[in-house]
């Protein structure tokens, strides 16, 4: 599954080559971050009880985006925020792995790839 989510170390990079922005002011592609953080949370939930084995590879990439980004105040509070919102959404509906489950770990790895090579493209140079 490593392989099929590359483009989130390239979305880390991109953050990271961002000038810094006065604290408090939302960059344009907060909104973008903030989903990105949601489906990292969905994540680190389902690839859990679907037997991955990754232990916190999920969490860890939501510290590597915060990391890299360097969120402050209200910005950091959004991303963090939205990463709970993902990983208590699927805490409240799954109990085990279900087919639905599995198909909803797909979709969010497409879309969390999607998401980060848009980023990388707009915003990387």
């Excluded at 949601?38 to 590879?57: D, F, P, Q, T, V």
């Excluded at 279900?98 to 979709?107: F, G, K, L, N, S």
Aim: aromatic share 8%; proline share 4%.
């Amino acid at each position: 599954m490593s392989t099929r989510f590359p483009a989130i170390f390239a979305l880390i990079l991109a953050c990271a080559c961002v000038p810094a922005r006065a604290q408090g002011v939302a960059a344009p592609f907060d909104g973008d971050l903030q989903r990105l953080a949601e489906i990292l949370g969905g994540l680190h939930y389902l690839r859990g009880i679907c037997g991955s084995n990754e232990g916190n590879k999920w969490r860890n990439e939501m510290q590597a985006l915060i990391d890299a980004e360097t969120p402050s105040g209200e910005r950091r509070t959004r991303m963090i925020a939205g990463f709970n919102r993902g990983y208590n959404g699927f805490q409240q509906t799954y109990r085990s792995c279900t087919p639905a489950a599995t198909v909803a770990i797909r979709r969010y790895i497409e879309e969390g790839s999607k998401i980060s090579r848009d980023l990388t493209a707009r915003y990387a140079n």
